[in-house]
């Protein structure tokens, strides 16, 4: 189990981009799977997306299309690249493995604000 600690969130203007980092604190190599959930004030955890060790990737349908997830197992990064932001993608983001125990405990998280 390696710790993963997320960063690159600020407040941006709607239409704009971000690119978050995910840096683990060991190999990420013999992970499967990776992802970014997101937490909106007043809403359930949501998982945004998610890539697998050989790339294969997934996204929620809001996110789909503008979003892109990246890993690079040399710099034990994941990435996630956010354009085109919405206002309704603000929301505290955090990336984990999708599974038990990283499930049961998350970390502070980014915050990512879209807005004006």
């Known amino acids: 189990q390696v710790q993963l600690v997320e960063s690159g969130g600020g407040l941006v203007q709607p239409g704009g981009s971000l690119r978050l980092s995910c840096a683990a604190s060991?190999?990420?190599?013999?992970?499967?799977?990776m992802g970014w959930y997101r937490q909106a004030p007043g809403k359930e955890r949501e998982l945004v997306a998610t890539?697998?060790?050989?790339?294969?990737?997934s996204y929620a349908d809001s996110v789909k299309g503008r979003f892109t997830i990246s890993r690079d197992n040399a710099k034990k990064t994941m990435y996630l690249q956010m354009n085109s932001l919405k206002p309704e993608d603000t929301a505290v983001y955090y990336c984990?493995?999708?599974?038990?125990?990283?499930?049961?405990?998350w970390g502070q998280g980014t915050q990512v604000t879209v807005s004006s």
């Open positions: 890539i697998t060790s050989r790339g294969s990737t």
């Open positions: 060991g190999s990420i190599c013999s992970i499967i799977t």
């Open positions: 984990t493995v999708p599974r038990e125990p990283y499930t049961s405990s």
